[in-house]
């Protein structure tokens, strides 16, 4: 065999081991076939302590067009209004995805916003209080004219809160090296409100108040597991 055909074979060998290679490393588990089913619908209670959805308003957080784009990242959606009984409002939007790797990154606010018309005025990291334990967020100030929209939100990957681009992408790799593909779930809880420290502050009281409701088996897929 002459010394072109061996490095030929060489080659051919080394090709075939590093696809073999490839394809055992390729995440195959869907972190979402090993636990219970997600439906958002009954995840959210409706009514818990202070706050009723309430239907007489209707959430449309984001143009048709965006719509289009989220339902094909994400498996469910859910957008909802709360009210207390000092007439303060609350709109909650989630999404989830049974598939949070590469291809289905989630479709974060701070450019969901400014592609819809909006101007975000303020962009910040954060964290709100969870039982015993401050969970990661972000908070933006989004305007358009004469609407001012606080907001608060934070991703989880799997069980692990994840914000910005590249978090997300350290949270894929590590459950990637597992062989598991994790899935994901935004939370974004916003109101409209020029008294910003006011909107801050309430919906703080929201999303600890919807936390004690949640069911607590659950609670890891909504903020994460601490870890």
Known sequence: MTSVRVKALVVLVLMMLAFAGAQAWR?????ADTRPKVDLETLFPKVFADWAVDDRMPVQLVSPDT???????YNQTLSRTYVNRLGDRIMLSVAYGGDQSDGTKAHRPDACYPAQGFQVRADQDASVSIDDRRVPARKLVAQMGGRIEPITYWVVVGDRVALGGTRQKLAQLTYSTRGVIPDGMLVRVSSIDSDVPRAYTLQEHFIRDIARAINPAEKSRVFGDGG
Request: zero cysteines; charged letters at 10%.
């Open 27 to 31: 995440p195959h588990i869907h972190m």
């Open 67 to 73: 719509l289009a784009i989220l339902n094909k990242i």
